[in-house]
């Protein structure tokens, strides 16, 4: 059975850190992913890494702040976030699937976590 389970989130003050985890179980991608999802706002898209190469790509409201990486020997991605602002409060989602290109849209996802809320205080 596939499962990927976020952990990580919480309550932190702007320019606070938070270091977002899913860890996957039951099969191993070639290319994971992060999205979030603000009430009222669609899904969008946040970094997404290669299982092989390492190949990531960052949305350009996080780049310079976030880093996405993987620890392949745990099965696990991680998210890093610093320098949060008020604005990326959201729920976090950790999804994944299979393809030899760094997927960017939530349609292209086969495979997703619960969840993780984020909320960053002004």
């Known amino acids: 059975q596939v499962q990927l389970v976020e952990s990580g989130g919480g309550l932190v003050q702007a320019g606070g850190s938070l270091r977002l985890s899913c860890a996957a179980s039951?099969?191993?991608?070639?290319?994971m992913g992060w999205f979030r999802q603000a009430p009222g706002k669609e899904r969008e898209f946040v970094a997404a890494?290669?299982?092989?190469?390492?190949?990531?790509y960052n949305t350009d409201s996080v780049k310079g702040r976030f880093t996405i990486s993987r620890d392949s020997a745990k099965n696990t991605v991680y998210l890093q976030m610093n320098s949060l602002k008020p604005e990326d409060t959201a729920v976090y989602y950790c999804?994944?699937?299979?393809?030899?290109?760094?997927?960017?849209?939530?349609?292209?996802?086969?495979?997703w976590g619960q969840g993780t809320q984020v909320t960053v205080s002004s």
């Open positions: 890494i290669s299982w092989s190469g390492g190949q990531t």
């Open positions: 999804a994944a699937d299979y393809t030899l290109v760094l997927l960017t849209t939530p349609a292209q996802y086969h495979y």
């Open positions: 039951g099969r191993t991608f070639s290319v």
